[in-house]
């Protein structure tokens, strides 16, 4: 089981990234996904989350309305849209994997996480 995000970058406040997150090992069809991010000094703090299905997302207030997350089955991959960046988006970006379809499931499973810096 394997997930990896990447996609994360240097980017100026205002600008745009797509972060990816790929799975391997197993099928993603089955689970909800959540990216979560660490900032230097900072607790991590959950992102945003999609279910199996992707019917059902939702987004911390602090992305909401410039975040947009989503995800290809066919290609295993789940997506984060990031727009309208600010500095305070800096961090490292992590997937992750929850046990079952819905993002009340537990987490059984992150991955590597991926950069993002903004510059003001």
């Known amino acids: 089981v394997q997930l990896q995000a990447s996609g994360g970058g240097l980017v100026q406040a205002g600008g745009s990234l797509r972060l990816s997150c790929a799975a391997s090992?197993?099928?993603?069809?089955?689970?909800?996904i959540s990216w979560f991010r660490q900032a230097p000094g900072k607790e991590r703090e959950g992102v945003s989350c999609i279910s199996s299905s992707g019917g059902i997302t939702s987004y911390a207030d602090s992305v909401k309305g410039r975040f947009t997350i989503s995800r290809d089955n066919a290609k295993n991959t789940v997506y984060l849209q990031m727009n309208s960046l600010k500095p305070e988006d800096t961090a490292v970006y992590y997937c992750a994997k929850r046990s079952g379809s819905s993002c009340l499931y537990e987490y059984d499973y992150w991955g590597q996480g991926t950069l993002v810096t903004v510059s003001s």
């Open positions: 090992g197993f099928t993603l069809d089955y689970y909800a």
